[in-house]
């Protein structure tokens, strides 16, 4: 089974509709992270959460809303699609147990399809 | 200002060829890392490698190999006698102590090797 998972792995929906993606992880991991990939333009954070009570905005937050339910879900919602957050969506986890910070690695879920119509 | 620029877009080659993907970063801090990660065609980011600020072995793991220099902020990716399966896009990364350590992503660079 698969370390980082995402629901659902494919989506469409209408502008103006509320979406709601989800990530779940059995990695043991505290920190949790949302980002966006468009063609040329990498991958871009949307938020991220250190732990349960930790919620941070990331490059791009507008127009998005997350929610860490548990360790090991961190949902991402859209609560009015519009069609220029058509994208991949990646949820990634790691692990701050390591001694230096700058040692964690992001491990990425398999991402989520959206088309917002 | 992109931290991490992949100045190659696209990088087409036959099998067995070796093939250089550029990376070069911008930072100010001293404590940092750096990242290597592939996107198959199926989708999902694949780790490859990190490196910090302060080794700049180069490394090699099988037919994959980097080379970091600071000098020229540069952090190289090479894969020698490419594979079909090696094409993918591919992602260099940056995390910074001044950024808490989140991800700077460049654009990545798609590699198609041709049988």
Same mark, same amino acid.
């Given at each position: ?5 995402q629901t659902p792995r494919n989506r469409i929906t209408k502008t103006g509709k509320r979406i709601m993606l989800e990530c /779940? ?9 949302w980002y966006r990939q468009d063609p040329g333009l990498?991958l871009r954070l949307i938020y ?10 990331g490059e791009i937050s507008d127009g998005y809303s997350v /929610? ?7 949902s991402l919602s859209l609560e009015s699609a519009i069609p220029n957050q058509t994208a991949l969506y990646f949820c990634?986890? /790691?692990? /701050? ?14 991402g989520t399809r959206l088309l917002v119509l | ?16 060829? $070796?093939?250089?993907? $550029? ?7 001293? #404590? !940092? ?6 996107? &198959? &065609?199926?989708g +999902?980011?694949? @780790?490859?490698?990190?490196? *910090? =600020? @302060?080794? +700049? ?6 037919? !994959?190999?980097? *080379?970091?220099?600071?000098? #020229?902020? =540069?952090? *190289? ?8 399966? $090696?094409?993918?896009? !591919?992602?260099?990364?940056? =995390? +910074?102590?001044? *950024? ?16």
């Amino acid at each position: 089974d698969a370390d980082v998972t995402q629901t659902p792995r494919n989506r469409i929906t209408k502008t103006g509709k509320r979406i709601m993606l989800e990530c /779940s992880q059995t990695k043991g991991h505290d920190r949790m992270y949302w980002y966006r990939q468009d063609p040329g333009l990498g991958l871009r954070l949307i938020y991220y959460s250190f732990d349960v009570k930790d919620i941070n905005k990331g490059e791009i937050s507008d127009g998005y809303s997350v /929610s860490r339910q548990a360790q090991a879900k961190f949902s991402l919602s859209l609560e009015s699609a519009i069609p220029n957050q058509t994208a991949l969506y990646f949820c990634a986890t /790691s692990d /701050s147990a390591t001694l230096d910070r700058g040692r964690e690695t992001q491990y990425f879920g398999p991402g989520t399809r959206l088309l917002v119509l | 200002a992109q931290k991490v620029t992949q100045a190659q877009t696209e990088i087409s080659v036959v099998e067995k060829e $070796d093939v250089t993907l $550029d990376c070069v970063y911008e930072t100010r801090d001293t #404590t !940092y890392y750096l990242f290597w990660y592939k996107q &198959p &065609p199926s989708g +999902e980011l694949v @780790f490859l490698i990190r490196r *910090n =600020s @302060f080794d +700049e072995q180069n490394e090699i793991s099988g037919r !994959y190999s980097w *080379n970091f220099q600071k000098s #020229t902020s =540069s952090f *190289n990716f090479t894969i020698t006698a490419s594979q079909v399966v $090696d094409s993918a896009v !591919y992602f260099c990364a940056l =995390s +910074e102590f001044l *950024n808490d350590y989140k991800l700077s992503f460049g654009a990545g660079t798609t590699v198609t090797v041709r049988a």
